[in-house]
């Protein structure tokens, strides 16, 4: 296994609501630098242990996507889902959900990387992504930011 990251932020909102965001794959695009959406698979229409979807990713001019399976959907607690390429594990990507106070919910994104050997170092051609796991630091970083803004309802534009 390779490395482990998490990022967490405290949003104005309830732990139901910011599950519900999260969980929509469909609106991750909204949120994320670079994964750019989800479709659901097979019938899917909302996160459930089984469903898949495919997610769509862009980093520049580079395009590629992954096929997810939901891991774990449990409603203001928790959504995970693996996302493979070429039927080979990539990552585990998780976000977990705990009352904060006053209303509020501290939100835990991480990612753990699950690529084996030759995926790491064909890597940097497919994503044009040659440190991995700093990338995804700041992109957890700034998708959290920009989920954090529409929750509490901020719509200006993203940064």
């Given at each position: 296994?390779?490395?482990?990251?998490?990022?967490?932020?405290?949003?104005?909102?309830?732990?139901?609501?910011?599950?519900?965001?999260?969980?929509?794959?469909?609106?991750?695009?909204?949120?994320?630098?670079?994964?750019?959406?989800?479709s659901?698979?097979?019938?899917a229409?909302?996160?459930?242990?089984?469903?898949?979807?495919?997610?769509?990713?862009?980093?520049?001019?580079?395009?590629?996507?992954?096929?997810?399976?939901?891991?774990?959907?449990?409603?203001?607690?928790?959504?995970?889902?693996?996302?493979?390429?070429?039927?080979?594990?990539?990552?585990?990507?998780?976000?977990?959900?705990?009352?904060?106070?006053?209303?509020?919910?501290?939100?835990?994104?991480s990612?753990?990387?699950?690529?084996?050997?030759?995926?790491?170092?064909?890597?940097?051609?497919?994503?044009?992504?040659?440190?991995?796991?700093?990338?995804?630091r700041?992109?957890?970083?700034?998708?959290?930011?920009?989920?954090?803004?529409?929750?509490?309802?901020?719509?200006?534009?993203?940064?």
């Amino acid at each position: 296994m390779g490395y482990v990251i998490e990022v967490s932020t405290t949003i104005a909102t309830t732990p139901e609501e910011a599950y519900a965001a999260l969980a929509d794959i469909t609106r991750m695009g909204e949120w994320s630098p670079e994964c750019t959406g989800g479709s659901w698979l097979g019938g899917a229409t909302t996160a459930a242990p089984g469903a898949k979807f495919r997610g769509s990713n862009r980093n520049g001019f580079w395009r590629w996507s992954t096929t997810c399976t939901v891991v774990t959907a449990e409603p203001g607690k928790e959504v995970a889902w693996e996302s493979r390429v070429f039927g080979r594990p990539v990552a585990l990507w998780r976000y977990r959900f705990e009352a904060a106070g006053d209303g509020a919910t501290m939100v835990t994104e991480s990612t753990e990387d699950r690529r084996g050997t030759l995926f790491k170092a064909g890597g940097p051609l497919a994503s044009g992504v040659g440190d991995r796991e700093m990338h995804n630091r700041r992109s957890m970083e700034a998708t959290l930011e920009r989920v954090k803004r529409v929750l509490e309802g901020d719509r200006s534009p993203q940064a």
